[in-house]
C-alpha cells in the first residue's frame, strides 16, 4: 500500500492522541502493542503482561484504540451476529485483511507503537496482532524515518499467536519483515511450530501462557451443576444463543443453569434461558474474566474454537474435571484450532442444524500425556531474554 507524501503530516496528527497507555515502570521495559478488537489479542496481551511481571520483568503495554479500530471492532461485531456477513467474510479473509482501509489501521498502530518504543527505549517489543506489520513498508514509503529508527534499534520483536496456528495473514507479515527487522513468533504447542518451519518463519516454541495463575480444581464429580457460556468479544450469534438452554438439558438433565461471561460482567440464567441474577463491571481486566470461567469450574464449558482451546487445554493439565464443547467455528483459524482440540479430546464439537445446536456424539479419549507432549515448555519470560530463532 502507498501513500503519498501530503499524507504523511495528517497520519502523524491522527496518531497523537489515539492510544491507551499503561506504565508498570521507569525503566526500559518490554513494551507489548495490540489492537482493540475482539478479546483474544487483549487478552493475549495482557495475559503475557502478567506472566512478564510475574518473572520480575518491566512492562509497558499498549492499547490501540482510534476511531478507526473502533469502527473495525463494530464490524467484526457485525461480522459475528450475521451469518451471511461471516460467510462472505470468510471467503475472502485474506483480502479483507489487505484492503487499503485495513492496511491503514495497521500503520497508524505502528506508528503509535513506534512512538511508544522510541520514548520508553524498549529493547522488546511483543505484539499480538499482526496489522501493524504488514503496514510496516508504508512507514518506509512515507519515509518516517524516526518510527524506522525506532523499530530499527529493538533488539527482538515478537508477535505472540494465541491461537494453535498462526493466521495467514501473521505468517505474510513476519515474511515481509524478515530480514528489515529481528522479528520471529511465539507459538504454544508443536503443531503451530512445524507448520512455520515448513514455511521458513522464525520461531520460538513456548508454553502456553494465557492461564495467568494457578487455578485448583476439586477432585472428580464435584463440578458445579451448571454450564459457563464464553462468547467471543464480539459477541454471540444470535442463533447460537436462542440455542443454548436445548443444548444445556441435552447435555445433562442435572444442570441447573447457565452463566455467560463477558468482560462487562456475568449474567446467570437458569436452564430454561431465564435470566435470574445480572453481576455487571464484575471484572478489572480481561485476565479477570478467563480466570473466573475456570475457578467457577462448571461442569459444561462453552466457547468459540478460539483462544479458548490453549486455556482449556492448560485447564485439563491443571485438574479441570469438566467438559468443554466448541460452538461452530467462524474462519479458517478456527477450523485449525477445533481439528487440534478435538484430535486431543480437549472439546467436543457443536454443529448448527435446522436452528438448533447439536452435539457431536464423538468425544476422543482425552489423554493428558497426549496433550501435555503436544505443548511447549519453555516460559515465555525466559523466551523474551535472548534471541533464539528456529527455522
Known amino acids: 500500500m502507498r501513500y503519498d507524501q501530503k499524507k504523511k503530516a495528517a497520519l502523524t496528527k491522527i496518531c497523537q492522541p489515539m492510544v491507551q497507555y499503561q506504565t508498570m515502570s521507569e525503566q526500559a521495559p518490554i513494551t507489548l502493542g495490540t489492537l482493540a478488537v475482539g478479546d483474544g489479542n487483549p487478552f493475549a496481551q495482557k495475559a503475557a503482561e502478567l506472566q512478564l511481571r510475574q518473572h520480575g520483568q518491566s512492562t509497558y503495554t499498549i492499547v490501540v484504540n482510534n476511531p478507526l479500530v473502533k469502527m473495525a471492532a463494530f464490524v467484526h461485531q457485525r461480522i459475528t451476529h450475521d451469518q451471511k456477513l461471516r460467510a462472505k467474510y470468510e471467503q475472502s479473509y485474506d483480502a479483507a485483511r489487505a484492503n487499503p482501509l485495513t492496511q491503514l489501521i495497521g500503520l497508524l498502530a505502528l506508528l ?3 512512538r511508544v518504543v522510541e520514548q520508553r527505549h524498549s529493547g522488546t517489543l511483543i505484539l499480538t496482532q499482526e496489522l501493524p506489520l504488514t503496514a510496516y513498508q508504508a512507514l518506509h514509503d512515507l519515509k518516517f524515518t524516526s518510527a524506522i529508527a525506532a523499530l530499527a534499534n529493538l533488539r527482538q520483536i515478537f508477535l505472540l499467536i494465541p491461537d494453535v496456528e498462526a493466521k495467514s495473514t501473521a505468517v505474510t507479515g513476519i515474511n515481509q519483515v524478515k530480514g528489515k527487522l529481528p522479528i520471529q513468533a511465539l507459538v504454544w504447542n508443536k503443531q503451530a511450530s512445524d507448520a512455520l518451519r515448513e514455511n521458513n518463519v522464525p520461531h520460538q516454541l513456548i508454553a502456553p501462557w494465557l492461564l495467568v495463575k494457578p487455578v485448583e480444581f476439586p477432585t ?4 458445579k451443576p451448571r454450564a459457563v457460556v464464553k462468547p467471543s468479544g464480539s459477541g454471540i450469534d444470535p442463533q447460537h444463543f436462542g440455542a443454548i438452554p436445548a443444548l444445556v438439558q441435552q447435555h445433562s438433565s442435572y444442570l441447573h443453569g447457565f452463566d455467560i461471561f463477558t468482560r462487562q460482567g456475568s449474567t446467570q440464567y437458569d436452564r430454561h434461558g431465564n435470566q435470574q441474577l445480572d453481576w455487571r463491571n464484575r471484572f478489572s481486566n480481561l485476565a479477570d474474566v478467563y ?6 469450574n462448571p461442569a ?3 466457547s468459540y474454537p478460539s483462544e479458548m ?3 482449556v487445554a492448560q485447564a485439563y493439565l491443571a485438574g479441570y474435571q469438566g467438559e468443554h464443547v466448541s460452538l461452530p467455528p467462524r474462519g479458517e483459524h478456527e477450523h485449525i484450532n477445533l481439528a487440534f482440540a478435538t484430535a486431543l479430546g480437549i472439546t467436543r464439537e457443536i454443529t448448527l442444524e ?3 445446536l447439536k ?3 464423538q468425544l476422543n479419549k482425552r489423554d493428558l500425556e ?3 507432549a503436544a505443548l511447549g515448555h519453555q516460559p515465555l519470560a525466559k523466551a523474551v531474554e535472548i534471541p533464539s530463532f528456529t527455522y
Open 354 to 356: 435446522k436452528g438448533a
Open 300 to 302: 459444561l464449558l462453552i
Open 112 to 114: 503509535q507503537i513506534s
Open 220 to 223: 472428580l464429580g464435584q463440578t
Open 359 to 361: 452435539l457431536n456424539e
Open 291 to 296: 480466570i473466573a470461567i475456570l475457578q467457577t
Open 309 to 311: 482451546m490453549q486455556l
Open 370 to 372: 497426549k496433550i501435555q
